[in-house]
């Protein structure tokens, strides 16, 4: 598998780490690298790397295979695991002192306890409080099953946290869940269970707010350079490129079909050109005949179907192209923030799509 190389992604760790440096900047908070689903495509070795160097001392990912890769990559800082882990794995965490997993339900708490009996208070926990996203999370009515539990098998809780369900867009609901976490947290600690880490805050929230800030933020999207708010913020550098060459230059007379599904015929007479990249890479099929790829300095674009491992885009703009030129697909004029809205998508979508199977250059002097 693979692109033989035609096509492959330019990642500035310079970038990533004056992202991370200009968040940590905002807030007296520190700032949890999340590097969950590859570091957003990015590459989780690499990216938690240059972001330990930085100054991390907390890492956040979703699975339990995500914290076993960091620490085989030799990151001794403590590893927030977001997401259910099996209780098969379970035994395996005990003697691994820098991984956390969440609590966030009585069921799987029960689980966990009946799987581990009384190991259950070797295991590293934050707890995960809903407070109005409704996805993970010990709800309200569950407090008081949640605190008899937690005393009774003595479960050695380290912190608290929840999540905001539209930080970016709506500062009173946002209110509302920070009101709910400071009452579930005052409720715990009337029944003397404290914490010592409490954290709610994404990137949305650590651009926009102060008052939210408790002991750590938690930051993906804007370290890896993808906007968290509708405002653009010429602080949060872009720090991907994806290049590819030209394939093949074609001249097309006007009214023939271009590429699947016979539903686009050029305009005019024109000149298009071959790019051997696809949805198989990861490049969104939504981006037929909307997308844009930069070639020479000049915006093109795409015309007809996104194919598997192939787009066509218009040229006739541009003199003198061979076969071989490079083509920036994305990063340039047309970045990865401006391709989300082009296709009405979030940019994280666009950045974790990628395919594995492109090769990552890394680059910069971290
Ligand atoms: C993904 C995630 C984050 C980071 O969110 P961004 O918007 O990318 O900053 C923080 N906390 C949790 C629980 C997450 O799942």
Same mark, same amino acid.
Request: glycine share 8%; aromatic share 10%.
């Given at each position: 598998?693979?692109?033989?190389?035609?096509?492959?992604?330019?990642?500035?760790?310079?970038?990533?780490?004056?992202?991370?440096?200009?968040?940590?900047?905002?807030?007296?908070?520190?700032?949890?690298?999340?590097?969950?689903?590859?570091?957003?495509?990015?590459?989780?070795?690499?990216?938690?790397?240059?972001?330990?160097?930085?100054?991390?001392?907390?890492?956040?990912?979703?699975?339990?295979?995500?914290?076993?890769?960091?620490?085989?990559?030799?990151?001794?800082?403590?590893?927030?695991?977001?997401?259910?882990?099996?209780?098969?794995?379970?035994?395996?965490?005990?003697?691994?002192?820098?991984?956390?997993?969440?609590?966030?339900?009585?069921?799987?708490?029960? @689980? /966990?306890?009946?799987?581990?009996?009384? $190991?259950? #208070? +070797?295991?590293?926990?934050?707890?995960?409080? !809903?407070?109005? *996203?409704?996805?993970?999370?010990?709800?309200?009515?569950?407090?008081?099953?949640?605190?008899?539990?937690?005393?009774?098998?003595?479960?050695?809780?380290?912190?608290?946290?929840?999540?905001?369900?539209?930080?970016?867009?709506?500062? @009173? /609901?946002?209110?509302?869940?920070?009101? $709910?976490? #400071? +009452?579930?947290?005052?409720?715990?600690?009337? !029944?003397?269970? *404290?914490?010592?880490?409490?954290?709610?805050?994404?990137?949305?929230?650590?651009?926009?707010?102060?008052?939210?800030?408790?002991?750590?933020?938690?930051?993906?999207?804007?370290?890896?350079?993808?906007?968290?708010?509708?405002?653009?913020?010429?602080?949060?550098?872009?720090?991907?490129?994806?290049?590819?060459?030209?394939?093949?230059?074609?001249?097309?007379?006007?009214?023939?079909?271009?590429?699947?599904?016979?539903?686009?015929?050029?305009?005019?007479?024109?000149?298009?050109?071959?790019?051997?990249?696809?949805?198989?890479?990861?490049?969104?099929?939504?981006?037929?005949?909307?997308g844009l790829v930069e070639i020479n300095g000049i915006?093109?674009?795409?015309?007809?179907?996104v194919c598997m491992d192939q787009i066509i885009v218009?040229?006739?703009?541009?003199?003198?192209?061979?076969?071989?030129?490079?083509?920036?697909?994305?990063?340039?004029?047309?970045?990865?923030?401006?391709?989300?809205?082009?296709?009405?998508?979030?940019?994280?979508?666009?950045?974790?799509?990628?395919?594995?199977?492109?090769?990552?250059?890394?680059?910069?002097?971290?």
């Open positions: 598998m693979g692109n033989s190389k035609n096509s492959y992604l330019e990642i500035d760790l310079d970038k990533v780490v004056e992202n991370y440096n200009y968040i940590k900047g905002l807030t007296n908070s520190k700032v949890m690298a999340v590097v969950k689903a590859n570091a957003y495509g990015l590459g989780i070795v690499e990216i938690a790397k240059v972001l330990k160097k930085a100054g991390a001392d907390f890492f956040g990912v979703a699975f339990y295979e995500e914290a076993i890769k960091l620490i085989k990559s030799g990151i001794k800082e403590k590893i927030l695991i977001f997401n259910y882990i099996k209780k098969e794995y379970l035994n395996k965490l005990i003697n691994i002192n820098n991984i956390i997993i969440t609590i966030y339900s009585i069921e799987q708490l029960n @689980g /966990y306890i009946d799987y581990m009996g009384d $190991n259950i #208070n +070797k295991l590293k926990i934050h707890l995960k409080v !809903n407070t109005g *996203l409704d996805r993970l999370g010990i709800r309200e009515e569950d407090l008081n099953i949640a605190i008899k539990l937690i005393k009774k098998y003595n479960l050695k809780i380290e912190g608290i946290y929840s999540h905001f369900a539209n930080a970016s867009g709506n500062e @009173g /609901y946002t209110r509302f869940q920070d009101n $709910n976490f #400071n +009452k579930i947290i005052k409720k715990f600690e009337e !029944n003397n269970i *404290l914490f010592r880490v409490k954290h709610i805050s994404n990137s949305a929230a650590t651009l926009l707010y102060r008052k939210f800030d408790y002991d750590y933020v938690r930051v993906g999207m804007a370290i890896y350079g993808l906007q968290p708010l509708e405002e653009y913020n010429n602080n949060i550098k872009e720090v991907l490129t994806l290049k590819s060459i030209i394939s093949g230059v074609f001249n097309v007379k006007k009214g023939e079909n271009i590429g699947y599904g016979l539903k686009t015929a050029a305009l005019k007479n024109m000149k298009i050109a071959i790019i051997p990249i696809g949805y198989s890479d990861g490049y969104l099929f939504q981006l037929s005949s909307k915006e093109c674009n795409i015309v007809g179907e218009d040229v006739s703009k541009i003199e003198n192209l061979k076969i071989e030129d490079e083509v920036i697909v994305i990063g340039g004029k047309i970045g990865i923030n401006r391709l989300a809205k082009i296709v009405d998508t979030i940019p994280d979508e666009i950045l974790c799509k990628l395919s594995n199977s492109l090769e990552k250059n890394y680059i910069g002097d971290v």
